[in-house]
Structure formats: C-alpha cells, structure tokens
C-alpha cells in the first residue's frame, strides 16, 4: 500500500468553473476526512466520512461544495463555481477508525488556484 | 475540544535536541495529547500522542508535565528533515466521532 494518494496535485482553473478532486485512501481504512488549508495556517476540517455515510460538515462547507465517497472507497470532493477565495490546499486522510489509538494518515494534498 | 498554546516559530541546530512546547490549561482528563508535524509540500504526518504518561517512539519522545497542563515533544537530535510546521493537538478520548483540530502551529527550523 502506497498511502494516501490525491489527485491532482496541482489545479488551476478559472472562476466560476467547477472543479472535482479524488482521493483514495489506504485501503483498510473506515474513516476518510477532508481538510482545506491556506497559507499560514493550520488545516481546517471540512467533512469526513466512515465508510459510504457522510457523518459531519463543516460550516466551511458551502453549497457549493459537495463530497461523496461511493461504496465506501474512494472520495471525491467537487466545487462548483469556484471563487479566488477557493483557492488552497485540500487535503485528504484517512484513519482505520475513531479512537485516539488511530492516527491520520494524510496525503500529500491538491493546490487549487483560481483565477 | 480544549484549546493548545505554541510559540510560532523555533529554531534549533542541527544534530542538537529540540523541546517544542505546549501548553494546554483547560485539559481535560480524557483528552489525549497528540502531535503532528507538516513537511514543506507535504500533508501533515502523526508523530506521537499521549495521556498522561511520556511516551516513546522512533520519531519523537513525548514528555507530559503531571499537571497535564503542558506538555513538550523531544527531538533528541534535530536534522534538517525535521524542519516542519509541528501541531499539537488535544483530542477527547470519549469522542471518536470528533475530528483533529488543527490550530496553527510552531514553525520550527533546523540550522546545519
């Protein structure tokens, strides 16, 4: 097993286009959560994931956001219309289940920038 | 979750040990102590976490004040891979279904 893998690494679109990212988690892992972080700061949660159910969003996550995770595997995570303010690093992770015990595993993010 | 108190930057040399502290007064007794560090390009990785005793492991020791008010992670010997952002974090061990929260870190930097 190869990690946590993201797709793209890098993404640069227009404003007002949408835009969709992948991610695949380890593949015994329940639990899978985005995060989006700016420069200078921490990563901020966004949604997570434990298996197909999407349990808990964020306020962060407007309208225009939507993630799925189909059968419990892999996650997408789209923006529609996406705005300057969009632009970040969303980050993936995934975990084999809730306790402490269960350290995140991240992977290496996709940069968005929109112009 | 309770909330974590780190300086913003630190800077070490390198192959000497480094002490990057946290304070966390508002602890309670079942939040754990985690920490994790962010490389330059990279997600953030786990390195330690901890509850009331310190803690071992090939990456990093974890020492944990008795008050469980502070806390420090010990780097016995600093390189240059280990300059990175690096978080601590307090979790409620009665809360799986509670995500990291993530504040902003100390960003440390390693000098050859």
Known sequence: DTGVSQD???????????VTFRCDP???????????????????????????AQLEKSRLLSDRFS??????????????????GDSAMYLC???????NFYGYTFGSGTRLTVV | DAKTTQPNSMESN????????????????????????????????????GLTSNVNNR????????????????????????????????RDGNSGNTPLVFGKGTRLSVIA
């Open chain 1, 8 to 18: 793209p690494r890098h993404k640069i679109t227009k404003r007002g286009q949408n």
């Open chain 1, 67 to 84: 993630a799925e995770r189909p059968k419990g595997s892999f996650s997408t995570l789209e923006i529609q219309r996406t705005e300057q």
């Open chain 2, 59 to 90: 990456m990093a020791s974890l020492a944990i004040a008795e008050d469980r008010k502070s806390s420090t992670l010990i780097l016995h010997r600093a390189t240059l891979r280990d300059a990175a952002v690096y978080y601590c974090i307090l």
């Open chain 2, 14 to 49: 390198e192959e000497e040990p480094v002490h990057l502290p946290c304070n966390h007064s508002t602890i309670s007794g079942t939040d754990y102590i985690h920490w994790y560090r962010q490389l330059p390009s990279q997600g953030p990785e786990y390195v330690i976490h």
């Open chain 1, 26 to 52: 380890i593949s015994e892992h329940n639990r899978l959560y985005w995060y989006r972080q700016t420069l200078g700061q921490g990563p901020e949660f966004l949604t997570y994931f434990q298996n197909e």
């Open chain 1, 93 to 99: 992770a995934s975990s084999l289940g809730a306790l």
